[in-house]
């Protein structure tokens, strides 16, 4: 069963940074495009950032100037670098892509990001 598959999640220091990464669960397979929702306790799922095939990307206006969503072409991933972290960015990220060779958009089980103040 193909899935996708966070990482990087962690507790960081307001100001901090992280790297999130989304790569397919079997190593053989590439995201071509896709992005990172993310989720608080009491709110609604965000979409935090996307990126295309061809490299366009989109930000949440909360999360512009401090995110950078890339596609890695070597390893096949969606990066997430997050920078200068907020409390408020403290959420479950997921990622959401495209897999080459599949019709079908594909989620994964989620990252939990904790920003401490």
């Known amino acids: 069963q193909v899935r996708l598959v966070e990482s990087g999640g962690g507790l960081v220091q307001a100001g901090g940074s992280l790297r999130l990464s989304c790569a397919a669960s079997?190593?053989?397979?590439?995201?071509?495009?896709g992005g990172w929702y993310r989720q608080a306790p009491g709110k609604e799922r965000e979409l935090v950032a996307a990126?295309?095939?061809?490299?366009?990307?989109n930000y949440a206006d909360s999360v512009k100037g401090r995110f950078t969503i890339s596609r890695d072409r070597a390893k096949g991933t969606v990066d997430l670098q997050m920078n200068s972290l907020k409390p408020e960015d403290t959420a479950v990220y997921y990622c959401?892509?495209?897999?080459?060779?599949?019709?079908?958009?594909?989620w994964g089980q989620g990252t939990q990001v904790t920003v401490s103040s």
């Open positions: 959401f892509g495209r897999i080459v060779g599949y019709a079908l958009e594909f």
């Open positions: 079997r190593s053989i397979l590439s995201i071509n495009a």
């Open positions: 990126i295309t095939e061809g490299d366009r990307t």
